[in-house]
């Protein structure tokens, strides 16, 4: 029994001391048991353990395969789906128009980009309203969209909020922008685009899963337990390098594409230049023998991300390692 250096004789702190083990620390380990469960064991002894028995997760795809990872290797390990969804953006005026009564007097000049025959074009859209013809904005908007062969089209309500939505699943577009005006004033109205209504065409595009198990193993060689280890680092959408800030928001945030070599480019933010900040801000998270995650699946029409993105692992040791892992969606 240890002394209480603090003769405190009800044992009643917040943080007491741990308890011991029983038997001998080098005999003592952590184990897959039998019956699906893990535990501590100390000779025949089972010290605690964990069920997962009654563990089922619904699962449409998943892949396993092996990988030698050399001394300062880098690989990249993809998830099962880009989370394609139907891109959706919002833009709102700072000034309130009734435009469910104005939409019969209005026009709107739109900028937006799309890929078309493997290229991006970059196209400027106007429509003119005609109260007459009984042709509000969104009617002729959405006309002069489908005559330019863009697959995408615009709603509003009545408190000066337009929404621009693609034709369907995947079908991306970029660059927007909204500018309208009344008929009875030359004011003209720059909409504003609210970044957290976006749904983007692919939300995860490096990939992503709904969990993964990952297992490394280290040579026999080494018994240094302390160069057990390689790191990993998960791959954000969007990245700020100058902050550091992830958030799509943030002023300089740029896509971080993991498939992209060489240099970084004024709206992309490549491989190397990527991997060389998380070396440089120390963001590797170390992994040991094994890392298991599973997360949730995404809820439907959201903006929601509630996958696991696809991941860098780094052998930073001296030795060679051999990774298997299982990813799941």
Not at 128 to 151: E, H
Not at 189 to 209: D, G
Not at 263 to 285: C, F, M, P, Q, R
Request: net charge negative.
């Amino acid at each position: 029994m240890s002394t209480d250096l603090f003769n405190n004789q009800s044992n009643d702190y917040i943080n007491p001391d741990l308890p011991t083990c029983p038997g001998q620390s080098d005999s003592t380990y952590f184990e897959f048991l039998t019956g699906k469960s893990v535990g501590v064991i100390s000779g025949s002894n089972i010290l605690a353990s964990m069920n997962f028995s009654d563990l089922s997760i619904p699962v449409t795809g998943w892949v396993q395969q092996k990988k030698l990872l050399e001394s300062g290797e880098v690989t990249f390990i993809q998830g099962l789906t880009k989370g394609i969804s139907t891109k959706t953006e919002t833009f709102y005026s700072a000034s309130t128009i009734n435009a469910s009564v104005a939409g019969y007097y209005m026009s709107m000049d739109m900028s937006i980009g799309v890929y078309k025959n493997f290229r991006y074009t970059k196209y400027d859209v106007s429509a003119q309203a005609d109260f007459s013809l009984n042709t509000n904005i969104v009617n002729a908007m959405n006309l002069a969209l489908s005559n330019k062969g863009i697959s995408a089209s615009i709603t509003y309500d009545d408190v000066s909020t337009f929404t621009i939505s693609a034709g369907g699943s995947g079908y991306d577009f970029g660059d927007t922008a909204m500018i309208i005006s009344l008929d009875s004033s030359t004011t003209k109205y720059n909409l504003v685009k609210n970044n957290t209504l976006t749904i983007p065409a692919f939300k995860y595009p490096n990939s992503a899963m709904l969990g993964y198990f990952l297992r490394i193993n280290y040579p026999l060689s080494i018994t240094d337990e302390s160069t057990k280890y390689i790191n990993i680092n998960h791959v954000p959408d969007m990245l700020d390098l100058s902050t550091g800030s992830t958030l799509s928001t943030s002023a300089n945030a740029k896509p971080v594409d993991a498939g992209m070599n060489g240099e970084s480019t004024a709206t992309t933010i490549s491989a190397g230049d990527y991997l060389n900040h998380v070396d440089t801000t120390g963001k590797w998270e170390k992994v040991g023998p094994l890392r298991a995650w599973i997360s949730a699946s995404d809820p439907a029409g959201s903006n929601i991300e509630n996958l696991i993105t696809g991941f860098y692992l780094f052998n930073p040791q001296s030795f060679q390692v051999q990774v298997e892992y299982i990813v799941i969606l």
